[in-house]
């Protein structure tokens, strides 16, 4: 009887052991197609990355070559020879070197009381329910769609008045004081999604207005302020308009947007120095961005969680 149960208990085992076996052959066999579908997707995407960045890619290959293999080569990204000097006309012909100085004045200082000036804002929409606050919402989403250039009569005209016309501190000033709604309603919104508790155990201390800012809402608000920071300094960085109407008589402030005009003659345009210039005044801007990425998409995702 014991070995007659013996062996049952081992064609039962052996039994489930194959039902085991059968129900994992069919998972296993199920995520080939899976993986098939996630390298497919992998190629789409590869495909669209190229796309995306070819004009960055084919800009960097004009750079090294001649105005005449430009235009010879099409879509060539390969130059015949690598013309260094092209970097070279930009930076002292063209004068890039004074314009990139010109650029990072004007862009950082600009940022700065860009941030500033929207966290403050951002701080009291977000935190504060005061009569008219919602009217104040309304306005600030109305002037979104308001034109840029329906403003620069009355900016030349404060401009002028204050005797800052033809100077950095006018291009700061005029570019630092528009209305940056986007970013106040960033801010707005992610300190809304802050507790109440800090805020009152602040005060409970004795803290004021300025200090419970400055000391916890600011700090906490790291990743809305690089998010802001980094839309600033790109708007800032390339800006044309309004550098353009500041430097009309005055070359020297030139900024690299606007100092690209120094490649385009009455008669011919160097294509090649341009392209020279373009890739110097881009570098900046993708350097800052690869180290500042992760508080890009931290802030963004806050502000649309908000």
Excluded at 67 to 90: K, M
Excluded at 185 to 206: K, N, S, T
């Amino acid at each position: 009887m014991s070995t007659l149960a013996a062996r049952r208990g081992n064609d039962s085992r052996t039994g489930d052991e194959t039902r085991e076996s059968a129900d994992r052959r069919p998972k296993a066999m199920s995520h080939r197609p899976r993986r098939r579908g996630w390298w497919l997707v992998a190629l789409i995407l590869a495909a669209l990355a190229f796309l995306w960045v070819f004009p960055f890619l084919w800009m960097v290959s004009a750079s090294l070559k001649s105005s005449g293999e430009i235009f010879q080569g099409g879509l060539n990204l390969i130059p015949e020879a690598l013309r260094w000097e092209n970097y070279g006309r930009a930076w002292t012909a063209g004068q890039f070197g004074q314009y990139l100085l010109n650029t990072v004045i004007v862009t950082v200082v600009t940022t700065a009381i860009v941030v500033v000036r929207c966290a403050l804002a951002g701080y009291v929409v977000g935190r504060y329910r005061f009569p008219g606050s919602r009217l104040i919402i309304g306005i600030f989403v109305a002037t979104l769609f308001v034109p840029t250039g329906y403003t620069i009569i009355p900016i030349v005209k404060v401009s002028l008045e204050l005797g800052l016309l033809n100077s950095l501190a006018g291009m700061i000033l005029a570019l630092g004081g528009a209305s940056n709604v986007a970013a106040i309603l960033i801010y707005a919104g992610y300190f809304r999604r802050m507790p109440a508790d800090l805020e009152e155990a602040a005060i409970v201390d004795g803290a004021g207005f300025l200090r419970v800012f400055l000391r916890i809402m600011l700090p906490l608000s790291t990743p809305v302020t690089a998010t802001v920071g980094i839309l600033t300094f790109l708007a800032t960085w390339n800006a044309f308009f309004l550098p353009l109407v500041f430097s009309s008589t005055n070359p020297a402030l030139r900024t690299v947007s606007v100092g690209m005009q120094a490649f385009v003659g009455e008669n011919s345009t160097d294509w090649a120095g341009m392209a020279a210039a373009g890739v110097i005044s881009i570098l900046p801007v993708v350097v800052l961005f690869v180290f500042m990425q992760k508080y890009f998409v931290e802030g963004i995702a806050g502000a649309v969680k908000a």
